[in-house]
């Protein structure tokens, strides 16, 4: 109180500022309502529903792309969540099915257990029992071997099949085609060499000469010789009397070896086989004419 009656003026001054204060304490600023954001829909959810009706709904409680006025399959409205209720959920009609058939199923089980302990105390002891069935026994190292075998087997003579194969010598079919000059002067040689052999050993039955055509195939080597390796000469058209067609493999062999092949008509690196096929006819002129002929 002293204080306040020797210094009036600044106690007046410290009562102004304490008012001052309080009341600036005591207002609250809050923005103006233009500014606020307020929400310009009505808050409806967007579904999308696969039904439609006539009339519009009184209360819409949500927007969708078409009228449907009630609907759903919840009695209290639109299920919250799209999987369906299972406290609701009752048995259908199958599984009520199923259920009696399981039932009866396990009816029927019962009372043929109860059957088959009723027949097995009733039947006699068994003497002997059976023997169980004696397993297989598992493979071993030697039975992998084994079955090994036979495809080494078939491997090795595939290849040596092969190998036989790319040995072969090249052939060559003299016919009437045959254009070069080397193949025309060959077989010039190789006819009058047949021709003169059958000639002088014409073809004999029982003392008499027999007479007829037949075509042969001839297979000759490089080096003149008949190549023997897949049969040697052989019949390729007969003359229908078995005696006529020996005799003339008997004259072709008589006649071999004929001459070598020339060397500007050999294959380099590589034998070869010229096949010649011919008709040999034997006249009644007691003479062989062989006439080279197409494969």
């Given amino acids: ?41 009505p808050g409806l959810e967007v579904v999308l529903v696969n039904a439609r009706h006539d009339s519009k709904p009184v209360k819409a409680q949500a927007l969708a ?23 609701q959920n009752a048995d259908g009609d199958s599984l009520q099915a199923a259920r009696r ?3 009866k199923l396990e009816e029927q089980q019962q009372k043929m257990l109860a059957q088959a302990r009723k027949t097995e105390r009733s039947a006699p002891a068994p003497v002997e029992r059976e023997k169980p069935a004696e ?12 079955s090994t075998r036979p495809l080494a087997r078939m491997e090795a003579e595939i290849s040596r099949k092969v190998e036989d194969y790319n040995q072969r010598p090249k052939k060559t079919q003299i016919t009437p085609s045959t254009r070069e000059v080397g193949y025309a002067m060959y077989y010039s040689g190789l006819q009058r060499k047949l021709e003169n052999v059958g000639t002088l050993n ?22 003149g010789t008949i190549y023997e390796k897949e049969g040697g000469p052989r019949v390729e058209r007969s003359s229908g009397n078995a005696a006529l067609d020996n005799a003339a493999l008997r004259i072709v062999r008589r006649s071999a070896p004929f001459g070598r092949f ?11 086989v010229w096949e010649v096929i011919t008709r040999f006819k034997f006249t009644r002129e007691d003479a062989l004419e062989a006439q080279l002929r197409g494969g």
């Fill in 202 to 223: 014409f073809p004999q039955e029982n003392g008499r000469k027999i007479y007829g055509e037949l075509v042969l195939y001839i297979p000759i080597f490089h080096d």
């Fill in 101 to 103: 058939r399981i039932a």
């Fill in 1 to 41: 109180m002293k204080f306040i009656s020797r210094n009036p003026t600044l106690s007046i001054a410290i009562g102004v500022s304490l008012l001052v204060h309080g009341v600036l304490l005591a207002i609250r600023f809050a923005p103006p309502e233009a500014l606020r954001f307020k929400p310009t829909d």
């Fill in 135 to 146: 397993t297989a026994p598992a493979p071993d190292g030697n039975d992998r071997y084994d």
């Fill in 262 to 272: 020339p060397a500007n008509m050999r294959t380099s690196g590589k034998d070869d």
């Fill in 65 to 87: 792309q078409a009228n449907l006025d009630g609907g759903g399959n919840a009695n209290a409205g639109r299920a919250k969540s799209p999987l369906p209720d299972l406290r």
